[in-house]
C-alpha cells in the first residue's frame, strides 16, 4: 500500500489488482513519485490489472504527459496484463 496528499493506492488480492485512486492534481515531481510507486506494486505483483480511479482533480501537465508517454506507459506496458482508467465527464 502507498498513500500520500496526491494519491492512495492498494493492492486487491482478490482480483489481482493494483487500485490507484486520485485525491488531488499532482505534478511534476509529485506526480513521478506517485505513479513510479504504482509501476513498484505492480512489478510486485506480476500480471495484474491496474485500475485507475481519476475522477478527483486529475489534470496533466505538458511536462508530466511528455514523462508519462516516455517513461511510465512504456513500463506499465512491460508490468500489466490490462488496465482501466475511469474519470468523470
Known sequence: MFESEFAKLDYIAKDNSVFHIWKKEAHFDDY???????????RE????????????????VPE????GFQYFLP???????????????
Do not use: C, H, P
Open 75 to 89: 513500463e506499465l506496458k512491460k508490468q500489466v496484463a490490462r488496465y482501466d482508467v475511469f474519470k468523470r465527464v
Open 64 to 67: 508530466d504527459v511528455e514523462w
Open 45 to 60: 505483483r506480476k500480471g495484474s490489472l491496474f485500475i485507475v480511479d481519476a475522477r478527483n482533480g486529475f489534470e496533466d
Open 32 to 42: 513521478k513519485k506517485t505513479v513510479s510507486a504504482s509501476l513498484e506494486m505492480l
